[in-house]
C-alpha cells in the first residue's frame, strides 16, 4: 500500500524567508510520479510540479525548488524569499501507474507567510 | 488553455436530497477522476472513468454514482444526503496514462454544503 506523510502541519515564516516543506512518500512500486499542489484560501488545487521515480534531478522554478531523494525517499519543497501569496496548504501526492492513476495525497502543510 | 469546468460551484441541499455535479474535461483527454475533501482533509480518491468506462474505484459510498458520457464529460451523482457528505468535490482529468501527459489538472471544485 502507498502513503504519503507531511509531518509538518503548519509553519509561520516572515515574509523573505526561505521554507522547506517535507514529503515523505512509501510504495513498493518501482514506477511512480509524485507531485505537489497548492490550495490557496480560494479552494483550488493548482499544480506545481510533477517528477517521475526515474528522474531524481532536482527542479528550480523561480522561487520554487524541489529536492527528490529517492535513498530517503522524499520530495521535499523549498520556497526562497517568501511572500504573503505563498500562504496556502501544500499537498504532496503520489501516483502509481499500477494502480489506476489515482492520487494519495498526504494530509497537507498549511503555510502562513506573515509581514 | 482550456481547463477542466466544474458545475456548479456551490450548491447548498438539504438531508436527504440528491445532488448532480458535472464535470468537462480538458478537450481531448479521456481520463475523468473525481476526488472528494472534507473539511480540513486531504483529497480522496471516489472514481474513475477511461474512455468512458469505470477503471477505479475508491472509498465512494453506495450513494453515489457517476459515469462518463460519449462527449467524456461526467456526472457524479449523489443520493439521500447527509451532513457528512458537505465537502469540496474535484474533478481532474488526464490524457490516458500520466506518463504520456503533462500534469493531473484539477477542476475549480464544487463546494457541497448540506444543511
Given at each position: 500500500a502507498q502513503k504519503v506523510t507531511q509531518a509538518?502541519?503548519?509553519i509561520s515564516v516572515v515574509e523573505k524567508e526561505d521554507v522547506t516543506l517535507d514529503c515523505v512518500y512509501e510504495t513498493r512500486d518501482t514506477t511512480y510520479y509524485l507531485f505537489w499542489y497548492k490550495q490557496p484560501p480560494s479552494g483550488e488545487?493548482?499544480?506545481?510540479?510533477?517528477?517521475?521515480?526515474?528522474?531524481?534531478?532536482?527542479e528550480i522554478s523561480g522561487r520554487y525548488s524541489w529536492n527528490f531523494q529517492k535513498s530517503t525517499s522524499s520530495f521535499n519543497f523549498t520556497i526562497t524569499a517568501s511572500q504573503v501569496v505563498d500562504s496556502a496548504v501544500y499537498f504532496c501526492a503520489?501516483?502509481?501507474?499500477?494502480?489506476g492513476n489515482k492520487l494519495t495525497f498526504g494530509t497537507g502543510t498549511q503555510l502562513k507567510v506573515e509581514l | 488553455a482550456a481547463g477542466v469546468i466544474q458545475?456548479?460551484?456551490?450548491?447548498?441541499k438539504e438531508k436527504r436530497e440528491t445532488a448532480t455535479l458535472k464535470c468537462y474535461p480538458i478537450p481531448r483527454h479521456d481520463t475523468v477522476y473525481w476526488y472528494q475533501q472534507g473539511p480540513g482533509q486531504d483529497p480522496q480518491f471516489l472514481i474513475?472513468?477511461?474512455e468512458k468506462m469505470q477503471s477505479d474505484k475508491g472509498s465512494i459510498p453506495d450513494r453515489f454514482s457517476a459515469q462518463q458520457f460519449s462527449d467524456y464529460h461526467s456526472e457524479l451523482n449523489m443520493s439521500s444526503l447527509e451532513l457528512g457528505d458537505s465537502a469540496l468535490y474535484f474533478c481532474a482529468s488526464s490524457l490516458g496514462r500520466v506518463g504520456r501527459n503533462y500534469g493531473y489538472t484539477f477542476g475549480s471544485?464544487?463546494?457541497?454544503t448540506v444543511v
Amino acid at each position: 500500500a502507498q502513503k504519503v506523510t507531511q509531518a509538518q502541519t503548519e509553519i509561520s515564516v516572515v515574509e523573505k524567508e526561505d521554507v522547506t516543506l517535507d514529503c515523505v512518500y512509501e510504495t513498493r512500486d518501482t514506477t511512480y510520479y509524485l507531485f505537489w499542489y497548492k490550495q490557496p484560501p480560494s479552494g483550488e488545487l493548482v499544480f506545481l510540479i510533477r517528477r517521475n521515480s526515474f528522474d531524481e534531478q532536482n527542479e528550480i522554478s523561480g522561487r520554487y525548488s524541489w529536492n527528490f531523494q529517492k535513498s530517503t525517499s522524499s520530495f521535499n519543497f523549498t520556497i526562497t524569499a517568501s511572500q504573503v501569496v505563498d500562504s496556502a496548504v501544500y499537498f504532496c501526492a503520489l501516483l502509481l501507474t499500477g494502480g489506476g492513476n489515482k492520487l494519495t495525497f498526504g494530509t497537507g502543510t498549511q503555510l502562513k507567510v506573515e509581514l | 488553455a482550456a481547463g477542466v469546468i466544474q458545475s456548479p460551484r456551490h450548491l447548498i441541499k438539504e438531508k436527504r436530497e440528491t445532488a448532480t455535479l458535472k464535470c468537462y474535461p480538458i478537450p481531448r483527454h479521456d481520463t475523468v477522476y473525481w476526488y472528494q475533501q472534507g473539511p480540513g482533509q486531504d483529497p480522496q480518491f471516489l472514481i474513475s472513468f477511461y474512455e468512458k468506462m469505470q477503471s477505479d474505484k475508491g472509498s465512494i459510498p453506495d450513494r453515489f454514482s457517476a459515469q462518463q458520457f460519449s462527449d467524456y464529460h461526467s456526472e457524479l451523482n449523489m443520493s439521500s444526503l447527509e451532513l457528512g457528505d458537505s465537502a469540496l468535490y474535484f474533478c481532474a482529468s488526464s490524457l490516458g496514462r500520466v506518463g504520456r501527459n503533462y500534469g493531473y489538472t484539477f477542476g475549480s471544485g464544487t463546494r457541497l454544503t448540506v444543511v
